[in-house]
């Protein structure tokens, strides 16, 4: 046998040579012990040594001792680290590493091991420095002001700013999205503007940008400045700051998709007798129009006008193009022309008005049964109070009058 060195090599063409064999008996011979030179041995403490310090080290990685490598201060550059769902701390190190920020993984394992709250760090992206300290990262990616990018969409938000009645400004999605794409990193501001997004949503091709294939048909027949209305769902994003715009909306509209798939679109749509266009265009309708115990009523008022080819008359649709989210509107604002006027036309408005929420959604592909043609807020918590004819309503109207709702 050999092992390839000829360091134990024990082949018959050594026992052939008469040297190998001492005190023969007659009739036999036998072996003796081969004599080792000096090179034998020094090979086997090579590979003694090379199997110690790999055991060594496998050992140290596996129980977590010995030295590692770490940087001595509170780091140099900004940049900006994704952690992914379903990381753990030393993922997150070695995520750490890679991007330069550690010297080593257990540079920030070690010095957040007694840290409750390093094994709360949460999907995200956090801004750091490139070559810090352990210690320093794990001070760093804990802080609150670390994570960076998040974006929130609230049910029956609209694309652009809307005034209040008190003249405060509540931002828009547009503006919403330019504030978690932007992040100041080595005292320079980066990240798109409201205009540079606004650009990209009217020009750029909707189904590349990533709007979903059932929208990409109507949407690309919207008022270009309106065509992702609606399309950008209620919900909570993460996104990258920093990014071109295109790239963040790219971003954003994948995520979109994802969450409108999850509300059951466009599947919802199927037994509507509408399209999922068209039952996203209710849906943000029923989110401006009422409160969430009121969606399936509002949602047959709905369909029941579009059967009789009675104009909706909502003040949502009336005010979507003033950007005021006010509850009535004047006889002005009521004779003013344009396609989202529904008291002057029936049918649908041209695009949604607003993100509508799951339960708006689910509402608007089932709505509640009843004979409900009319509706007015009665209450001021904005329960509103329904009618089957003009003359209930009249007398829902005037009650919600003497009880000071509008």
Not at 162 to 190: C, D, E, F, H, Y
Not at 287 to 312: H, M, Q, W
């Amino acid at each position: 046998m050999t092992d390839g060195l000829g360091l134990f090599d024990n082949s018959r063409g050594d026992l052939d040579n008469e040297d190998d064999y001492d005190d023969e008996q007659p009739g036999e011979r036998q072996p003796r012990r081969r004599r080792r030179g000096p090179l034998f041995w020094v090979i086997v403490a090579v590979v003694v040594a090379l199997i110690g310090g790999g055991a060594y080290y496998g050992v140290t990685e596996v129980l977590g001792f010995g030295s590692y490598d770490d940087y001595p201060g509170t780091g140099e550059s900004d940049v900006i680290v994704e952690v992914k769902a379903g990381q753990s701390v030393g993922d997150i190190g070695s995520t750490l590493k890679d991007k330069g920020i550690v010297a080593s993984p257990r540079a920030f394992t070690v010095a957040g091991e007694d840290d409750s709250k390093v094994k709360a760090i949460q999907p995200g992206f956090y801004e750091l420095k490139t070559k810090m300290s352990g210690k320093a990262a794990v001070a760093r990616i804990t802080d609150k002001d670390a994570r960076k990018g998040q974006l929130q969409i609230k049910p029956g938000a609209q694309l652009d700013d809307v005034t209040q009645p008190n003249k405060s400004v509540t931002a828009g999605i547009w503006s919403l999205i330019a504030r978690a794409g932007t992040v100041t990193m080595n005292g320079k501001q980066v990240g798109p503007t409201v205009e540079e997004l606004r650009k990209v949503a009217e020009t750029a091709d909707l189904a590349k940008l990533g709007v979903p294939a059932w929208a990409v048909q109507d949407a690309a027949k919207a008022e270009p400045k309106r065509r992702l209305e609606g399309l950008i769902a209620a919900g909570v994003y993460d996104v990258m700051p920093g990014q071109s715009a295109e790239d963040l909306l790219k971003t954003v509209l994948s995520d979109s998709a994802s969450q409108l798939d999850g509300f059951g679109m466009p599947k919802l749509a199927a037994d509507t007798g509408f399209t999922p266009y068209q039952v996203l265009i209710i849906g943000s309708l029923i989110e401006r129009e009422g409160i969430k115990n009121d969606f399936g009523k509002i949602s047959r008022v709905v369909y029941t006008r579009l059967a009789e080819k009675i104009p909706l008359g909502f003040d949502s649709t009336v005010n979507y193009v003033l950007d005021r989210p006010v509850l009535t509107t004047n006889e002005g604002d009521r004779n003013s022309a344009g396609p989202y006027n529904t008291y002057k036309l029936t049918g649908l408005t041209p695009t949604p008005i607003s993100a509508p929420s799951r339960d708006a959604l689910g509402s608007a592909a089932k709505p509640e049964a009843g004979d409900f043609r009319f509706f007015v807020k009665c209450k001021k918590d904005g329960t509103s109070c329904f009618a089957a004819t003009k003359a209930e309503h009249d007398a829902n109207v005037a009650k919600a009058h003497a009880d000071g709702v509008f």
